[in-house]
């Protein structure tokens, strides 16, 4: 167990340079999903073309992706964590306006969505990391 804690202790919490790049852009996504979204009458147009869940399936695994990316230690955990979170604040800002209302399930949505895409990433990163110990031997 202390070897353990030494070696997280080395490990930087963010990934230097996908961090940079990703939490600018996840935070820059959000703030245009949140804006765009509460934009009256533009939420229910793209909500009838596309499909409400679809469009937070969507925007929530691009979310969960860019924030997995960004970290080292416990990437999967912090997307989540971070998806859900965002998630309740949009739905939140939702519950400000009158043309547009907070749904439990658009929260589920967006956990669900993170969810799979953080399963997805984390047994390609470990696929990927197998890989490399073999070819590397």
Known sequence: MAE???????????????????????????????TVGNLPGLAAEMSDAFGDKRLHLAAYSLLAGLVYAS?????A???????????????????????REAELLDLLADISAA????ISLHIGTAAFGSFRAVTKS
Do not use: H
């Open 115 to 118: 969810g799979a895409t953080v």
């Open 71 to 75: 970290v080292n230690r416990r990437p």
């Open 4 to 34: 353990f804690e030494r070696d997280e202790g080395r490990i930087p919490f963010w990934r230097p340079g996908a961090a940079r790049i990703c939490l600018p852009v996840a935070g820059l996504f959000f703030l245009v999903l949140i």
């Open 77 to 99: 955990l912090v997307a989540m964590l971070t998806v859900t979170i965002l998630g309740m604040v949009d739905e939140s800002i939702q519950s400000l306006f009158p043309y």
